[in-house]
């Protein structure tokens, strides 16, 4: 089983990764950064339809604080949305403002509805740090799914990742008769693929989501990653295989009932060629990413040596244990992908 001991330290943006983040349009100026949002007067507890207790908390503002505080928030929702078009402002305001008081990051969550249909959308405001900026771009650039967010200065900016909680999908739809469990376990299979091959770790079934896409015959789904904080930090190799998550534990028995041996290896062989590709299109992108996170610190030493010997070990390749930061860990992984 993986398991993860420690709260992760967060690193700061570097010189040399913010200009790569002025380079690929994602460095703005914010109109209102985290730390501002801090400065609220009250806070009451956040219940879904059930009235179970969600483990976020509604904020308050002072009244002589919210119309300006609330309109920044919908101008860097426009920055996000609409590349900074606030003709689309007029028909929008925050419902609400929440934050979630029990995670590494205490991000906030903002509710933006559109007040002609009632239609509604969310957006995140967390404190910046580099580990999870590498995993937003890996995510962006090695994955089928397109990320959106922003930065500035200290303060990161993240579009809501739409889809049905990973532990919410194992409770109430995996055991459902409509659910194609082959096509499902193939998607999981995949999905740990991705996070080994980029190294993005602590993939349990609360920090993904299952998004299922009804086709003329069929069902798909896809699993997306929805926290990115723990991109190659932790030592333990387990860390970056779902697999190995108890709290995947009921997948991975469905999976072990409905796929043989050679159908995962040939589906672990598909990503591997799929992730080749996108690699190959974003060659110049991959290559400035991974020349900033190559010098950059986002680990500790210890977590570093015992990675690089394990994925020795794993691959057989004492090439791993050349690599003086986690960026050469992850660009050794990268390298063997687009060998094979």
């Known amino acids: 089983m993986a398991f993860i001991t420690h709260k992760k330290i967060p690193f700061r943006i570097n010189a040399a ?27 009451i507890p956040l219940y879904d339809k059930r009235g179970n207790d969600t483990l976020w908390e509604t904020v308050f503002y002072a009244h002589s604080e919210i119309d300006e505080i609330y309109y920044a928030l919908k101008t860097i929702y426009a920055d996000l949305k ?29 509710r933006i509805v559109n007040k002609v249909n009632d239609n509604f959308d969310y957006f995140y405001v967390k404190n910046a740090d580099a580990s999870r900026i590498y995993g937003l771009e890996l995510e962006h650039i090695l994955s089928p799914n397109r990320i959106s967010y922003l930065t500035g200065d200290e ?35 995949k999905f740990n693929e991705r996070c080994f091959v980029r190294l993005l770790g602590d993939m349990h079934s609360s920090n993904f989501v299952v998004d299922i896409t009804p086709d003329f015959e069929e069902i798909y789904y896809r699993i997306r990653s929805i926290d990115f904080d723990q991109q190659s930090y932790e030592g333990k190799k387990a860390v ?12 991975i028995e469905v999976g072990m009932k409905y796929l043989t041996s050679e159908s995962v290896a040939q589906y672990q062989k598909e990503e591997r060629s799929l992730i080749s590709g996108r690699i190959r ?21 210890e977590n570093l040596e015992r990675l690089k010997r394990e994925l020795a070990q794993h691959y057989n390749n004492n090439n791993f244990l050349k690599c003086r930061s986690m960026g050469e860990v992850v660009m050794r992984s990268l390298e063997l992908v687009s060998v094979h």
């Not at 925050?94 to 969550?109: A, E, I, Q, T």
């Not at 995996?174 to 999981?188: A, I, Q, W």
């Not at 295989?241 to 997948?251: D, G, M, R, V």
């Open 17 to 43: 990764l913010r200009s790569y983040l002025e380079n690929y349009n994602r460095e703005v100026t914010l109109p209102i950064d985290y730390r501002y949002l801090l400065r609220y007067d009250n806070a």
């Open 82 to 110: 609409a590349d900074g078009d606030l003709s689309v402002m007029k028909h929008l305001y925050v419902d609400r403002v929440d934050v979630c008081s029990y995670g590494n990051s205490k991000p906030f969550r903002i």
């Open 155 to 189: 303060t990161l900016i993240e579009e809501h990742i739409a889809g049905i909680p990973g532990d919410m999908f194992i409770k109430n739809y995996l055991y459902e008769p409509n659910l194609n469990t082959v096509r499902f376990c193939k998607e999981f299979v």
């Open 281 to 301: 299109v974003e060659r110049t992108r991959i290559q400035d990413l991974m020349n900033v996170m190559m010098e950059d610190t986002i680990s500790l030493p």
């Open 240 to 251: 970056y295989l779902p697999q190995y998550f108890k709290q995947n534990n009921a997948i």
